[in-house]
């Protein structure tokens, strides 16, 4: 059973910043690029960053291009959202997502095969 579990999230304040971790079960992530995706309130899950199985290449969305940061530590099966200088529009639940084996990066939903539950960010103005 593949599991990915999220934490890290909370209520910020604009300004401020937050670290999401996402860790799978036993070697879930291994040799596989992973996402960040986020669902606000009314609004379609959308793509925010991806990284590479190695680690090396990353991608982001330009909404979050330069405040956020995505990293892994294969050793601990985690990923990492590093969030800085949060704007009340990152307000939203942030998922991470099992990618294809190797390969491209990818901004849609549909080429990640397993989900966490999600962490709600909240931030206020």
């Known amino acids: 059973q593949v599991q990915l579990v999220e934490s890290g999230g909370g209520l910020v304040q604009a300004g401020d910043s937050l670290r999401l971790s996402c860790t799978g079960s036993?070697?879930?992530?291994?040799?596989?690029?992973m996402g960040w995706f986020r669902q606000g309130p009314g609004k379609e899950r959308e793509f925010v960053a991806a990284i590479s199985w190695s680690g090396d290449i990353t991608y982001y969305a330009d909404a979050v291009k330069g405040r956020f940061t995505i990293s892994r530590d294969n050793a601990k099966n985690t990923v990492y959202l590093q969030m800085n200088t949060l704007k009340p529009e990152d307000t939203a639940v942030y998922y991470c997502?099992?990618?294809?084996?190797?390969?491209?990066?990818?901004?849609?939903?549909?080429?990640?095969?397993?989900w966490g539950q999600g962490t709600q960010v909240t931030v206020s103005s």
């Open positions: 997502a099992r990618g294809p084996a190797r390969g491209n990066l990818y901004a849609r939903p549909s080429e990640y095969d397993y």
């Open positions: 036993g070697r879930t992530i291994s040799g596989r690029s």
